[in-house]
Every structure is written in C-alpha cells, then in structure tokens.
C-alpha cells in the first residue's frame, strides 16, 4: 500500500484526537524562524530544504521594493513530498484516488489550507503575518507526457542534506518569481504542508525531499 | 506522553544485559601496551589519542559510561575521567563526529581539563553544546563549513571542498570534516536526532537531548616536516549509509591506511562495513564502539549490549579485505601500531 495511504489518514486520526488546530499552532513563527546573527545582507543566495519550517535566507528586505527570487532545482535534488512529485510551484502532477480523496480531506490542516500543497512561501520577520505565496513562473514547460505515468520517486537517506551554500550546482530547472515587500525585515522561505504545531512540530516536513539554489535581487525596475 | 515514550524508548535501548566476550566467537581482542610509536591509544567507546611528532590529536574522548538509570541525569563521571584520560597538552586537534552523549559528553571536561592546547573541531551544534562549559576564548571550529559534501541525496560519493583541510598549529596533522550520517539504534525510533542553533547555558541533562547534529566522518593525515602526507587515517565515529562518510579524493592519488570504525548499530545498516572497506582497502581497520558502554565496570568487559554478531561483521571485513591487512579489535585502553611505511 503506498505509504500516504497509511500516514495521511494517521495524521487526520492524530490532529482530531489531539484537537490541534493545525495551522493556528503554525503562527508559532518567533520560535519556528530564525534569524542567523550576522548574516544580514542586500542580496541571497542559498540552499532550500523542503523539509524547513522556516529557513533564513540571509536577506533583509524593505518595504515598497520588488524583490525577484529565482529557484533554481538540480536533477538530483528534484522535489517530492515523499512519493508525490513537485516543484517550487507545487504538486506536478494530479492526484489519484484514493490519494486524492484522502489529501483533499487534510487540506484543512496545511499551514495555508487555501494554498496548494508544496507551494512556495515566504514570509518577511519573524513575527506578524507578512506571509506571500509565491507566484512560479518555471523557465521550462515540463513534457504533456510527464505524468503519464507519474515519474517515480525514490526514497531519499534520512541522512540527505542540501549542498553547502557557496557551491553552485549546474543543470535542472529554473523557476522564476516576484513578490513586493509590504514591511521591512528578515526574509524565510518554506513550502506549504502539515506542521509548525507544539504536537507535530516538524513531523510531517521530514518526508519532504528536494533542494532548491535561491537567488534573490532587488529588482531595479 | 513524551516522557512515557522516552521511558519506553529509554527501556528498548537498554534492554537485556551486557553480553559475556564469549559473544565474539573466536575474534580476538587485542590488548597491547608499550608500543613505539606511530601508534593509536584506544579509550574505549569511539575514544583515541594519536601522538605524532611533537602533536597529538584527541577523537571521542569518552570515559564516564553512566548506567542506564543515569541516562535521564546524566553528568560527567569525573573521577572516571581523571583515570582514564592522560593529560595531553601537546594535543592541539580534538575532533568529534556527532554529538551523541557517548561521544561528546565527557569532550568539555577534557578540553578544559586534560587538552589545554587542543582546539575543538565538529559540528555546529557539538560547539553550541559544548560552549554550556567551555568558555568563549577557546577556539572552535565549525568543521560543516569545511565539510566534503554528497552531491546528490545518494552520491555518488563526497567531494572535498577547495579549502576542506584544517590545519594543526604545529603542522603535524590535518584533518578534512566529510558528511556523514548516523545508524538507526535498536528502537528504529530517531529521538535522538535534530540540532542546536544557539550555545546552550548547561550540558543536557537527559540522553535525548543530547542531539545529534550533522554527523561527521573525518580524513586525518599525518604530515612530515615537509608537509607531506605519512599516514593517512579515516575515521568514523557512528556506522553509516553509503556513500555518507566516505572519503573523497583530495587529489592526491593517495591511498588510506588506516580505517577506525564503530561496530555499535552495524547491522541496522546495509552494505555496512562492506561498502567503506571495498572503497578503501587500507592496510589496517581498528573496530571500534564494540564494547557495552552502559555502565559496569570498566576492567570487567562486555559485548554491547542489543549488539548483534560482532563476529559476522568481523568476517565481512575479512572477506573485504587485501590478506596483507590486518583487523583490530582493542581491548579499551590498550594500544594499536600503525602498519609499517
């Protein structure tokens, strides 16, 4: 039985039972994003994880200003959340049932249950609500046939990490983005999913797979 | 709920006692004292002192093994520290691979205590565990920012950063950090997992907070006066998934001598030894991290306990191995010569 199958409708059993309300508990930002002392800067380039809750990305942004985010993902480190493949833009291909049916019934327990799953967020400061979905604009259509049949993922080492952040990685996919700054302040990144509570806390991000190398400008338009 | 399952997990770890040698089957242990140098001094656990020229380098120094009871209360036995760990100021590299309490617990008091002169090396989060006791003026080194590192989720093997050595003061060694990673334990359950962002005020109290941190794998080599490379050493702390922990190739088209790795958790783990000894074919491997660790006394030895078939591992590395190459198991406390130039 493919394991969503299995942890989807345990993750439902779960929050029910623990009466969490999963994404009120994730406005727990102050502990969830960090901000790394000293690493302040006009301009980022880093490694995503898709399993962060919340990952810096090195950049103090300011209100009123364009920034363009451009994402870059390496073959090797293509996303899934666990066996569903994705991009920075979200899901890639449609969900069959029963897999559907049983992710259309934890829609209510993503962060941002109004937003697809795996799509790209970012928030400005630590605290407050200054929250974005990222529009994706991927460089490159994939093929009609990419998900007939679905491409198939392969369970990563618990072990993986992203490559260092001053190592670029050639090849892959680019997806390209913009969002302007309603406020002045530290910029993070994450994926829309389950998590951020006191009870589940990271849980369901562990199965997330994928890196992206981010770079983000001002944009002097 | 969290402490019932840390208790439960706590009693799953623990479970049984500690095994009779006899365990080992017809593996013999090696308990030599009074060697010539080059050679390695095992402490027990993943523990080693490695004196060369006017140097030395500290790995894993662990001394206190608390019992079970004491894992929710854990402190430096110091006593136990005193007696075991000889002190050594002419150490100036003390390398750890993960933060574990079987690896990193005691590393504060030698460091203040025992290594005056040793600057600490290991991940980030060892250093924000450590700084609980040691002060801010002794240098640390984040060893993830020179980390080899893996360039896909399965390899196909680490690549050596540019600048991925550090240095010892004096010139006598050098060490390269390599991303690693850490065997599931008995449990399958990892609660001993995930990191410290920021320097912690006390030493964790309880096992479960002693996290583990980006494990390390480490590339040692031993200089001479010109620089160049004599012996060279890899050591592993934790068993680990291949490729994680192998050595990358520092483009010198040298060989490994010498691999130290645990036995701890090795069956948990596929292709483990098989894989690291198939890629390195040194010419000796020291195992480690074999003996029970959870208290007892020090001079009565066990085999670890929930530890299954140390010998089959034994005999993967035979089989693995060149003939010409030896295999060592030590007895804690004893000595290991390196193998002839």
């Known amino acids: 039985m493919p394991k969503p199958l299995v942890t989807t409708p345990l993750v439902v059993a779960l929050a029910t039972l623990l009466g969490q309300p999963l994404p009120a508990s994730a406005a727990n930002y102050q502990t969830l994003c960090q901000v790394k002392e000293g690493s302040a800067s006009d301009t980022a380039t880093f490694w995503f994880d898709t399993r962060s809750l919340c990952a810096y990305s090195g950049m103090q942004v300011q209100q009123g200003r364009t920034y363009q ?81 679905e491409p198939e993922i392969e369970e990563w080492p618990k072990a993986w990490r992203c490559p260092p952040d001053a190592v670029a990685v050639e090849g892959g996919r680019i997806f390209n983005s913009s969002f302007t700054a309603r406020s002045d302040g530290p910029l993070f990144f994450y994926v829309n999913d389950v998590g951020g ?23 002097q338009q | ?121 290991g991940s980030r989060t060892a250093g924000h565990i450590l700084r609980a006791e040691v002060s801010a003026e002794r240098e640390f080194e984040d060893a993830e920012q020179k980390m080899a590192w893996l360039p896909g989720p399965n390899g196909p093997r680490p690549i050596a950063r540019e600048d991925g050595w550090f240095k010892s003061k004096k010139g006598a060694f050098r060490a390269m950090p390599i991303q690693s990673s850490h065997a599931p334990n008995v449990t399958q359950i990892d609660l001993m997992g995930g990191s410290y962002q920021q320097d912690l005020k006390t030493l964790p109290k309880s096992f479960r907070n ?5 494990t390390l794998a480490w590339l040692v080599d031993l200089l001479d006066e010109n620089g160049k490379t004599v012996y060279r050493i890899h050591f592993q702390d934790s ?25 701890a958790s090795w069956i948990q783990v596929k292709r483990y030894p098989q894989a690291l000894i198939e890629a390195t074919q040194p010419k000796l491997v020291v195992l480690c991290h074999w003996e029970d660790f959870f208290g007892g006394d020090p001079d009565d030895l066990k085999v670890l306990r929930g530890e299954k078939d140390e010998y089959a591992l034994y005999r993967i590395v035979r089989t693995t191995l060149p003939q010409a190459s030896q295999i060592v198991m030590p007895k804690p406390f004893s000595e290991i010569a390196l193998p002839p130039l």
């Open chain 1, 197 to 219: 509570g006191s009870v589940l806390g990271d849980l369901l991000y562990r199965n997330n797979q994928g890196c992206a190398r981010v770079t983000i400008t001002e944009s």
């Open chain 2, 239 to 263: 068993s680990s998934e291949e490729p994680y922990g192998f050595p990358p190739d520092p483009g010198d088209n040298r060989g490994i001598d010498v691999v130290i790795l645990p036995v």
């Open chain 2, 210 to 214: 002693w996290k583990e941190g980006q």
């Open chain 1, 69 to 149: 985010v451009k994402m870059q993902v390496p073959d090797q480190w293509r996303w899934s959340d666990r066996q569903i493949p994705a991009n920075p833009g979200g899901y890639e291909c449609p969900l069959e049932f029963p897999l559907s049916w049983l992710m259309a019934l934890s829609t209510s327990m993503r962060r941002h249950p109004d937003l697809p799953w795996f799509q790209t967020m970012v928030r400005i400061g630590t605290a407050g609500d200054d929250i974005y979905a990222l529009p994706i604009k991927p460089e490159q259509l994939l093929p009609s046939e990419h998900c007939d049949p």
């Open chain 2, 1 to 121: 709920m969290r402490w019932m399952l840390m208790v439960l997990v706590l009693m799953l770890m623990t479970a049984g006692c500690a095994q009779d040698l006899s365990q080992l089957g017809p593996i013999k242990l090696s308990d030599e004292h009074k060697l010539t140098q080059p050679k390695l001094e095992y402490f027990g656990v993943a523990g080693f002192r490695l004196r060369w020229r006017d140097e030395a380098v500290v790995f894993d120094p662990f001394f206190s093994r608390p019992s079970p009871l004491q894992l929710l209360w854990l402190t430096p036995d110091v006593k136990r520290i005193n007696d075991g760990m000889p002190r050594t100021p002419e150490a100036t590299m003390l390398l750890v691979g993960h933060a574990h309490y079987d690896h990193l617990l005691d590393v504060a008091w030698v460091l203040n205590h025992k290594t005056p002169n040793a600057t600490f090396y």
